[in-house]
């Protein structure tokens, strides 16, 4: 199917900056949003940021105006650049895809990545 493989995570100061990826791979047929979702310890997940294909983007009221996401059609990748990070953006990153994939036939696909942390502690 659809395979998604993030990267960027790490350990980072409060105020500081990180960027995530996340690269989607297989027999794809179309992509239609890709979003990032976090979750902390002893915490549901929850949405930080979306992108449809054509570059509509939501975000989550706790990171707008310090993340931003954006996306590579061509490349079948999405970005999460953060900025002006707090303690409280610590958590597990996970990268999200929704399009169709080509098997047998044309069949949709809703694909997770395996997580990236993200530490932001001094």
């Known amino acids: 199917q659809v395979q998604l493989v993030e990267s960027g995570g790490g350990l980072v100061q409060p105020g500081g900056s990180l960027r995530l990826s996340c690269a989607a791979s297989?027999?794809?047929?179309?992509?239609?949003?890709m979003g990032w979702y976090r979750q902390a310890p002893g915490k549901q997940r929850e949405l930080v940021a979306t992108?449809?294909?054509?570059?509509?983007?939501n975000y989550a009221d706790s990171v707008k105006g310090r993340f931003t996401i954006s996306r590579d059609n061509a490349k079948n990748t999405v970005y999460l650049q953060m900025n002006s990070l707090k303690p409280e953006d610590t958590a597990v990153y996970y990268c999200?895809?929704?399009?169709?994939?080509?098997?047998?036939?044309?069949?949709?696909?809703?694909?997770w990545g395996q997580g990236t942390q993200v530490t932001v502690s001094s």
């Open positions: 992108i449809t294909g054509g570059g509509s983007t």
């Open positions: 297989g027999s794809i047929s179309s992509i239609n949003a």
């Open positions: 999200n895809a929704v399009g169709l994939y080509r098997s047998s036939r044309i069949s949709p696909f809703n694909s």
